[in-house]
């Protein structure tokens, strides 16, 4: 019995080990030019509809002071390169990626450079 829980004990452990290899972690420069996109009824909206729907994004945030947005993602589902291109797509700078000006056009006015 004692083998049988140590053995159990084991599995989940080496089973939480590989699920926490899986994430990684990216900071990510955007532009912002209001105070409030994630309380912005339409601008948080967009982050918390959209950011998710990136194939490989697990989660989020972002810190409006700093214009970055923290991004934990599955790099066997996807990578850096196309987690900017889905900001861009957005309507946000994502580094050294430029909105999408459509995109960026869709954006509340509070949310483009004044």
């Known amino acids: 019995m004692k083998k049988l ?17 899986e994430t990684e972690k990216a900071v990510i420069q955007t532009t ?3 105070n409030h996109c994630k309380a912005c009824e339409t601008c948080g909206q967009n982050f918390q509809k ?5 194939k ?13 947005f923290t991004v934990y993602f599955d790099p ?7 987690i900017r291109q889905g900001i861009a797509n957005l309507g946000f700078d994502a ?3 430029k909105a999408n000006p459509e995109a960026y056009e869709k954006l509340d006015d509070c949310c483009k450079k004044a």
């Open 5 to 21: 829980a140590f053995l159990t004990l084991a599995f989940f452990s080496m089973t939480l080990a590989v699920a926490q290899k």
């Open 32 to 34: 912002l030019y209001c």
């Open 50 to 54: 959209n950011m998710l729907k990136i």
């Open 56 to 68: 490989g994004v697990k989660m989020y945030d972002l810190d409006e002071a700093a214009m970055k």
């Open 76 to 82: 066997k589902k996807t990578n850096l390169d196309k």
């Open 95 to 97: 580094d050294e990626v």
